[in-house]
Each structure stands twice: as C-alpha cells, then as structure tokens.
C-alpha cells in the first residue's frame, strides 16, 4: 500500500471535490429517495428526507396507474412513444449521417463542400425557425400529431450532427485506401462496406449515444407537433405535473420522473465515455 | 480528381447507362444531403418570410413590413424576456465557467476516483431539461424544499423563496442551469489541461514557481481558446433555453422569468400570433448571430494564422 499523505493541500482538494460531488448528486438522492416515500408522508414533512416506509407502490402507480387528463395509463404509453420515435430516428440519421459523412470526406463531388457546409448550419438555427415550416410540412403529408412525424422531423434534424460526426472521423482515413480500392474496381457502396464500415464503430457509438439522448430528452418538438395520447415522455411529465397541481403526489410524480430519466441515465452509466467525447466532439469541431 | 480518375476507369460505356448504374449512390449521397441542406435553407427562409407577413392564425401572404418586429419589441413580454436573457446569460456563462474551471482544476490534481468523480459531474448531461427542471422545482419551492426541511429542522425565520419572489425567480434558472452544464466546461477545460505542453511546466518548475503561479502564469493562459469556445457553446444554450424555464417556473411567478424562447412559443402556439411569432423567433435568430458571427471571424483569423505558421 502506498502512503497516504496528509499534507493540508490535498485534505482540503479531497474536502472541497467531496462537497461539489455531493451538491452535484443531491437532486438525483433527493428524487430517488422521494420515489420511495408515500405522498402524504411527503405532504407532512419536505421533499427532503428519507423515506419511513419503503413505498415501492409509487413506482407501479408511475408507470401504469395515475392519471393524465382522464386517461389512466401511468407514464407507460408515453415511455413507448419516446422509444418508438428514439430508436428509428437515431439508427436512420446515424446511417444516412455516416453515408453522408463518407461521401463529404472521401467520395468528394461536385459541391460537396457547400452543401457540407449548409449542413452544419444547421447545428446553430435556432428551433424556433423551425416550429411553423415544420408544422406546415407535417399538416401536409398528414403526420401532424403522430410518432412518424416525429421520426421524419429528429431524423432530418439529426443529419446535420450525424454528418458532422462522421465527416470529421472519416477525415483521418487516407485517401490512398479509397483510391487503391476504385482501382480495384469496387464502386461507392462497396467501398462503404467493406472499407469504412468497419472502421466506423468508435464514431457510429458516439453517433448514436449523442443522438438517442438528444432525441429522448428533447421536448419543444414533441410538445409542439403531438398532443394527448402521442405525446412523448418528456412532453407528457410537464402535462402530469399541470394535472396534478391542485393534489400534489410527489411520491409518484418522483418515480415518473426517474423512469423517465433512466433510458438516458443507463445509456450514460454503460457508454459515459462515448459520451464525452461526443461532447467534446460537437463542441471542438 | 477522384472523379475523373472514375470516368477514365470505363471507357465506351454510354453516358445514360453509366448514370443508370450510379444512380443508387447518386440518390443515397444527394438526397440526405440536399433534405438537411434543402430544410435549413427553406425553413430559415420561410419563417423569415412570415416574420413580414400580418398571418395570425394560419400563413397568409401580405406584406407589413417591420409591423411585427415593432409590435413584439414594445411588448412587456418580450422585454422582461430579453431583459433576463441578458442577465441570465450573462451569469449563467460566467458561473459555469468558474464552476467548470474549478472542477477541471481539482480533477487535474491526480486525486483519487477521478473517474467516478467525472462522472458525477457530467451526469446531469444525460439527463432531460423536463426532467432537472422539475426536480429543482420542488427542491426550490418554499413550501415543499430546502426551506421547508431548514424550517423542519427549527430555523424557523430561514427563507429561500427565490422561486416565487419576482425579482429573484431569474436566479433559480441560473442555479438549476449552472448545476446542469458546468460539467460541459469542466469536460472541455480538463481535455486541455491535460494537454498542456509538458516542458513548458517544467521549465517553469525549474524556474521555482509554485502551484499558484504555475496555474496563473503558465497553464491558464493556454486555455483562452477553450474558454472562447465554451463560452459560445454555452451562451448558444442560454439563447434558446426553453425546456428548462417550462419546467422550472413556467415563466412565472406572473411573467418574470420570461426568456425569447418562452415568447416566441407563445405567439407562434398560443397567441396565434404566427407573424409575431415569427419575428421573435428572427430575433432571436439574430440574437444569436450576435454571438457566433464575431466567433466565426475569430476561428477563420485563427486559422489563416495558423495556416501561415
């Protein structure tokens, strides 16, 4: 064992890291506690403290009991809508993203660098340019207020991340590998395939982690484009929190609000470095 | 010249079949491309577009001029808004930067479980503003949070009502914000610290100077282009902060914590104002530039410096 050293310094990092680390998990501790703690038991005292009987019934109530505006179906239908919305629109815009990608960085075309560019603007227009053009198009073909309409909205607004993302990784291949290969007479896809692809699967990890946790928290678009029953989760919490204000139930509403978090939270427990580095990525660039 | 090199490559094939054949990659490269670029292009346009028309209800054409603009800007609404952008934004960015750099600092001391703390600090990250949002709710709410256990525990006269009291309400915002992203600067002000060039920190060792002075004079001026970057990132998020405000204040208590975003939803969704509401949102649009113009001349003058080098 090494020895510790207890210079006064070092004391005084670990204490003061400790405190931050402790502000920083409070809320998390608070909720998780709460989820646990029945809603007259918190009515009583505050929303702070530990729990004097183990509630777990808040969590069954979460997920299928309590009601929203006459519909009694807890946050579960609302849990399946973000999911079925997340997973098409991450695994579509990552694909279209890396297809992208690779035809920007290494296929090279006619415009390709303009159009890249356009693309990338997109990560900084506001999505407030993009409310009434997006309802407009939706009302047209007819998915306004319905999951697809959603997919087709991330999915599209996905690409300029995606496209970013990969571009930039796609960037460090040489271009001598691409040239010895259409050489060799193996065309844009194959080449993709059999080249690319399997070079791809740090970025295409970072790609999807970024972009499953944008979509499942994103919340003006889901608010926006759907109303009751096709709502998403996190559209569906802050109509659960204004339909309950007249009879708080903390209890539940701290277990919703968990469930709601957890599919994000384990993407970032199991995959936290690709994470970062999405992060940083996004921000380097 | 990859493409030449392609045409070369099949000499007497007839120009429709060779495009025939290519077409599959033509549309899998132009049609992604052309749908991100294409919708960015024509909804930026378009919403400008409406920001000059008198639609109310649904988009009708017309022209008004700056009617819109100068009906938004002269309402209370969107003044109170930019009013707390400023303030918001402007704590907001500065406090997560300390934050954040005082977090990288810490880290950077080879303590223990500098992983497991890491994560801590970025957890907030992955978690939606709905959700933070709502959880500060109640942990600010008088009645309900820290200044009802505080008054649980027998300090009866503590108040911490911040939520519900109109001129400090904006200040929840910032410490629900500060609390959710100053891991974003922490994560960015580390990656450079560590790579702070070694031999400049030992020259300076050589040179006696202590841990402070180190800090101030060898490794911190090296990371003013992070902190432009991160300043930027971050005063990006405070512009079009949304989701956060719904779920925190609603905008209340009455319209005190109103920001921009809050405004424009308001025309577009529940005014019906959809020429107003446009407006905002082109303000906003130029609020924005504000910030990433000045940036974007910055990076272009750095790269040309760099490409000289």
Known sequence: MRKLSFEPSRVLIYLVVSLLAAAYLAPLVVVVLNSFRSNQEIA??????????????????AWSGFCVAETCTGIRPYMLNSALVTIPATIISTMLGAV?????????????????????????????????????????????NTLTGLVLVHTIQGLSFTTLFCRNYYAAVPHELIRAARIDGAGFFRIFWRIILPLSSPILIVTVIWQFTHIWNEFLYGVTFTTGQQQPVTAALIALSAAIADIPQHGVQSAAVLIA????????????????????????? | MTGELSVAMQPGRSAISGLLRRLPEQLMIWVPLLLAAGHIVSFALWT????????????????????????????????????????????????????????????????RGENVLRSIFLYP??????????????????????????????????????????????????????????????????????????????????????????????????????????????LQFAISTFDLVRALTNGGPGIA?????????????????????????????????????????????????????
Do not use: C
């Open chain 1, 44 to 61: 009583q005292a505050s929303m702070i403290g530990w729990p004097k009987q183990w509630a777990w019934s808040n969590y069954a109530a």
């Open chain 1, 100 to 144: 992208a990608g690779y035809a920007v960085s290494l296929w090279r075309f006619r415009g390709d660098s303009w159009i890249y560019g356009i693309v990338t603007l997109g990560l900084f227009l506001p999505q407030q340019m993009r409310l009434l053009p997006w309802t407009v198009v939706l009302r047209d073909i007819g998915l306004i």
């Open chain 1, 261 to 285: 978090a957890l599919p994000t939270l384990l993407v970032y427990f199991f995959g936290g470095r690709y994470f970062v580095r999405g992060l940083t990525a996004g921000a380097v660039k």
């Open chain 2, 48 to 111: 400008i577009w409406i920001s000059f028309t008198p639609s109310t209800l649904v988009p009708v054409s017309g022209w008004v001029g700056l009617r819109n603009y100068t009906a938004v800007l002269a309402t209370r609404n969107w003044q109170i808004a930019f009013n707390n952008l400023l303030l918001f934004g402007s704590t907001f960015v500065l406090l997560s930067l300390v934050t954040g750099l005082l977090l990288a600092i810490l880290l950077d001391q080879r303590i």
């Open chain 2, 125 to 234: 990250l992955a978690v939606s503003f709905v959700v933070t949002g709502t959880v500060w709710s109640w942990l600010l709410n008088p009645g309900l949070g820290i200044e009802k256990l505080v008054h649980d525990l027998g300090w009866i006269s503590f108040r911490f009502d911040w939520l519900i009291d109109r001129d400090m309400a904006i200040w929840t915002i910032v410490i629900a914000a500060v609390w959710q992203s100053s891991g974003f600067a922490m994560a960015l002000f580390l990656a450079g610290l560590r790579s702070v060039d070694n031999e400049l920190i030992k020259a300076a060792q050589i040179d006696g100077a202590g841990p402070v002075r180190m800090y101030r004079r060898v490794i911190l001026p090296t990371l003013w282009p992070i902190t432009i970057t991160v300043v930027v990132i971050q």
């Open chain 2, 257 to 309: 914590t109103q920001l921009p975003a809050l405004v424009v939803y308001d025309l577009m969704f529940q005014r019906g104002l959809l020429g107003r509401g446009a407006a905002a949102a082109v303000l906003m649009l130029l609020i924005l530039l504000a910030v990433l113009l000045p940036y974007a001349a910055w990076r272009f003058v750095k790269r040309r410096q760099a490409g000289h080098a």
